[in-house]
């Protein structure tokens, strides 16, 4: 099965017919296309309608996870309804099979890598802020545990692996993703994880377990791969 997966498209009412021709490039080049989070660029609900117009001509099932940029307008709920309504798969409410491949997902969060993750000491505040992404591998390794495919598929808007968010600045990496991500990934032997965020990152690295990663970042794909900017992989 060939999957396609593209994220950090931005779209807003500006950037109207600009992506058309490229989503149905891809739906004759692959079997489900991934949105890897930011579908929109303030998260509004008139936003979201342009993603679903873009996304018309896309003949092939479609999976996505929400982005940073699609809560920013407090509107999350409504941007939800609308892709739903076009029958795009929410991977964080609930899994998406295709043959023998289970995709899941979620948005995930920030708070560092490997020794250098925040962890949950000292003020109220950091406490909350680190139990975000606990909460979020927590969720993340029971939807892998409740998939019964032969190959399975995590979405992420944040990184789970600091390689892929290198061409950053050194000095954001802690706000570009979290490594508690990557626990659950190793210990069900994902075949794949897709992930954005990282507009200036790294195409694609590996976890500690040898799990392939790929940042599908649009800016990222347009300057790696002007004439395919986004990934597509076997699995």
């Known amino acids: 099965m060939r999957v396609a997966a593209i994220g950090d498209i931005h779209l807003d009412e500006h950037r109207r017919g600009t992506m058309q021709l ?12 991934v949105l890897a989070g930011d579908l929109t660029n303030h998260g509004t609900p008139a936003e979201a309608k ?15 996870v929400l982005g940073n940029h699609d809560y920013e307008s407090n509107a999350a709920d409504e941007l939800r309804d609308i892709l739903k309504s076009a029958h795009i798969s929410l991977l ?14 979620l948005k995930g969060f920030m708070g560092g890598f490997g020794r250098y993750i925040l962890t949950p000491f000292g003020e109220l505040d950091i406490k909350r802020f680190v139990q975000v992404t606990v909460d979020d591998a927590l969720h993340l390794e029971g939807m892998l545990s409740n998939l019964e495919t032969d190959r399975k598929i995590v979405v992420l808007h944040y ?10 600045p050194p000095e954001i990496f802690p706000f570009l993703g979290c490594s508690r991500l ?6 069900f032997q994902v075949d794949a994880v897709f992930h954005g965020h990282a507009h200036h990152g790294t195409p694609a690295a590996k976890t500690a377990a040898g799990v392939p990663v790929y ?3 649009y800016p990222l794909m347009a300057k790696h791969f002007p004439d395919q900017p986004y990934r597509l992989v076997e699995v």
């Open 50 to 64: 342009v993603v679903v117009e873009e996304l018309a001509g896309c003949q092939i099932p479609v999976v996505a």
């Open 22 to 33: 490229l989503f149905s490039q891809i739906s004759e080049q692959a079997d489900v296309l």
């Open 215 to 217: 940042n599908v970042a």
């Open 159 to 168: 990184a789970p692996i600091p390689d892929t968010v290198i061409g950053e």
């Open 92 to 105: 964080d409410e609930e899994s998406f099979i295709h043959g023998n491949i289970g995709f899941v997902g």
């Open 182 to 187: 990557s626990h659950p990934i190793d210990n």
